[in-house]
T-cell receptor, first 115, second 111 residues
Framework: DGGITQSPKYLFRKEGQNVTLSCEQN?????MYWYRQDPGQGLRLIYY???????QKGDIAEGYSVSREKKESFPLTVTSAQKNPTAFYLC??????????????FGPGTRLTVL | KNQVEQSPQSLIILEGKNCTLQ??????????LRWYKQDTGRGPVSLTI?????NTKSNGRYTATLDADTKQSSLHITASQLSDSASYIC??????????FGPGTRLSVLP
């Protein structure tokens, strides 16, 4: 899991509620990412950020929001607009997006369940 | 369309046996390819990373191969152990763009 922490490990949400997933890294990495993982599917990119105060939408950003106020932190909010939020959420970081080879380090994940 | 496919979807082997997992990709332009191991309910952990010029790389009992011409990679596991039971994910990175993930192969090693 490297120097990336995610909390909580398990999260339950009622329909119509917003919830925020935490991601912190102490690797001094520039870039951070949020992925969603569903059974039998590859990881899908939700949002990514290359530097503080800047972030970009990934392939499935609808219903999610992020912020990057500090280099170490990249919280993800799952809003009520996300129609099917039950999934395993993974946060990752890398040194710099343009570096080759570019390797990502992953956190332990948060499993979100909508009740 | 940038895509990574993996086969088989799942695999069951006996402890001590060898196995090979396959990865085919259509990602362009190609930068590098890596294999991750993901235990159930945990984040992926990197096993190997290979650039265009590399065709074989080993990490203990794990050996990855890359054929950039046919856009295929394989992960060979030697003398499997119970702790090898996990999902193995192939990921391809294209220059300045993004990481493209395969769906993974679920490996179960039985005693």
């Amino acid at each position: 899991d490297g120097g990336i922490t995610q909390s909580p490990k398990y999260l339950f949400r009622k329909e119509g509620q917003n919830v925020t997933l935490s991601c912190e890294q102490n690797l001094n990495h520039d870039a951070m990412y949020w992925y969603r993982q569903d059974p039998g599917q590859g990881l899908r990119l939700i949002y990514y950020s290359q530097i503080v105060n800047d972030f970009q939408k990934g392939d499935i950003a609808e219903g999610y929001s992020v912020s990057r106020e500090k280099k170490e932190s990249f919280p993800l909010t799952v809003t009520s607009a996300q129609k099917n939020p039950t999934a395993f959420y993974l946060c990752a970081s890398s040194k710099y997006r343009g570096v080759v080879p570019n390797e990502q380090f992953f956190g332990p994940g948060t499993r979100l369940t909508v009740l | 369309k940038n895509q990574v496919e993996q086969s088989p979807q799942s695999l069951i082997i006996l402890e001590g046996k060898n196995c090979t997992l396959q990865c085919n990709y259509t990602v362009s332009p190609f930068s590098n390819l890596r294999w991750y191991k993901q235990d159930t309910g945990r984040g992926p952990v990197s096993l190997t990373i290979m650039t265009f010029s590399e065709n074989t790389k080993s990490n203990g009992r794990y050996t990855a191969t890359l054929d950039a011409d046919t856009k295929q990679s394989s992960l060979h596991i030697t003398a499997s152990q119970l702790s090898d039971s996990a999902s193995y994910i192939c990921v391809v990175y294209n220059y300045g763009q993004n990481f493209v993930f395969g769906p993974g192969t679920r490996l179960s090693v039985l005693p």
